[in-house]
């Protein structure tokens, strides 16, 4: 069992920054690749981005790819989305999720394939 608990989220002016945090407790967070959704009222949970278990390669959907970078600590089992030039379209609840890896390849981007979410922390860009 995997707990994620992520942070870091708030109101923030378009061009501005923030980074989110994403916790994990529990067992073995280097066995998990990890992914960054977000989900805006009406619209389904997107992909935003995602990370090997080693941390060595990454993916990004189009609309964020060279604003956004993603990171992991495994020494302190977390994960981060460093997010800049916020847009207000990236106005949306974020959610991370672990994705069960038994290689170090990257996080399929589909939910269902994801094993723990966490409850999400709100990112609203003002214009």
């Known amino acids: 069992q995997v707990q994620l608990v992520e942070s870091g989220g708030g109101l923030v002016q378009a061009g501005g920054s923030l980074r989110l945090s994403c916790a994990a407790s529990g067992r073995a967070f280097s066995s998990y690749a990890m992914g960054w959704f977000r989900q805006t009222p009406g619209k389904g949970r997107e992909f935003v981005s995602g990370?090997?278990?080693?941390?060595?390669?990454?993916d990004y959907v189009a609309s964020v790819k060279g604003r956004f970078t993603i990171s992991r600590d495994n020494a302190k089992n977390t994960v981060y989305l460093q997010m800049n030039s916020l847009k207000p379209e990236d106005t949306a609840v974020y959610y991370c999720?672990?994705?069960?890896?038994?290689?170090?390849?990257?996080?399929?981007?589909?939910?269902?394939?994801?094993?723990?979410w966490g409850q999400g922390t709100q990112v609203t860009v003002s214009s």
């Open positions: 990370i090997t278990r080693s941390g060595d390669t990454t």
């Open positions: 999720a672990a994705q069960l890896s038994g290689l170090d390849y990257l996080p399929d981007r589909g939910l269902s394939t994801y094993n723990y």
